[in-house]
């Protein structure tokens, strides 16, 4: 069975930029969540989506949104790029919904992103 | 709202001795707990988790991980590291039921010595 699965799994684009990154979560897992990991430091939570509805956001701008598809895939959007958004994003899919007992979060490999 | 300290940002140890990689939490209400592996330009792997039941926990790979509800802590062993152990852990936490947000520590490099 294919894991999560995450495109492109590098990209490079200019400040100022927009640039969409793409999940596909395991088949039968409803539940996705996007993650931020800058050099150095462990994955910080961006968003939740169970249902393709959001249900958990992190502290970051309105410059991040995502969406999720009838599918369950889901994308990541990123509006007028900083530097500083230079990171790892990686998207986990699991089983767990709104009130389910918590279980593994499985993660892609990542999008390599880097802004210049 | 939960927190994950990995009081360690890099051990290295030799070859077949055994390690500890530290980690505590903070949390006013249940929670789960989680223990990460990333190897380079990879994402990341689940080693154990910890939901309910016995304290200690056992994973993948030979690593067992204890957790200590008194001391709020989750610390992470393995007997003998082997040079493929090289890598970096995570410890992490999220609460028991609802949303799968899961608050990961800073991290720890493992680095195994030949």
């Known amino acids: 069975d294919a894991g999560v699965t995450q495109s492109p799994t590098h990209l490079i684009k200019t400040r100022g930029q927009h640039v969409t990154l793409r999940c596909s979560p395991i088949?039968?897992?409803?539940?996705v969540s996007w993650y931020q990991q800058v050099l150095g430091q462990g994955p910080q939570f961006i968003f939740q989506?169970?249902?393709?509805?959001?249900?958990g956001r992190g502290n970051f701008p309105d410059r991040f949104s995502a969406r999720q598809f009838p599918n369950y895939s889901s994308e990541l959007n990123v509006n007028a790029l900083l530097l500083g958004d230079s990171a790892l994003y990686l998207c986990?899919?699991?089983?767990?919904?709104?009130?389910?007992?918590?279980?593994?979060?499985?993660f892609g490999q990542g999008t390599r992103l880097t802004v210049v | 709202a939960q927190s994950v300290t990995q009081l360690d940002s890099q051990v290295p140890v030799f070859e077949e001795a055994p390690v500890e990689l530290r980690c505590n939490y903070s949390?006013?209400?249940?929670?789960?707990l989680f223990w990460y592996v990333q190897y380079p330009n990879q994402g990341l792997q689940l080693l154990l988790k910890?939901?309910?039941?016995?304290?200690l926990v056992k994973g993948i790979n030979g690593f067992e991980a204890e957790f200590n509800k008194s001391q709020t802590s989750f610390h992470l062993r393995k007997p003998s590291v082997h040079i493929s152990d090289t890598a970096e852990y995570f410890c992490?936490?999220?609460?028991?039921?609802?949303?799968?947000?899961?608050?990961f520590g800073t991290g720890t490099k493992l680095q195994v010595i030949p």
């Open positions: 986990a899919s699991s089983l767990v919904g709104l009130r389910s007992v918590s279980t593994e979060a499985f």
């Open positions: 088949s039968g897992h409803k539940s």
């Open positions: 989506y169970y249902e393709k509805e959001e249900r």
């Open positions: 949390s006013s209400v249940s929670v789960y």
């Open positions: 910890y939901l309910s039941g016995s304290t």
């Open positions: 992490a936490v999220t609460l028991s039921g609802g949303y799968q947000k899961v608050t």
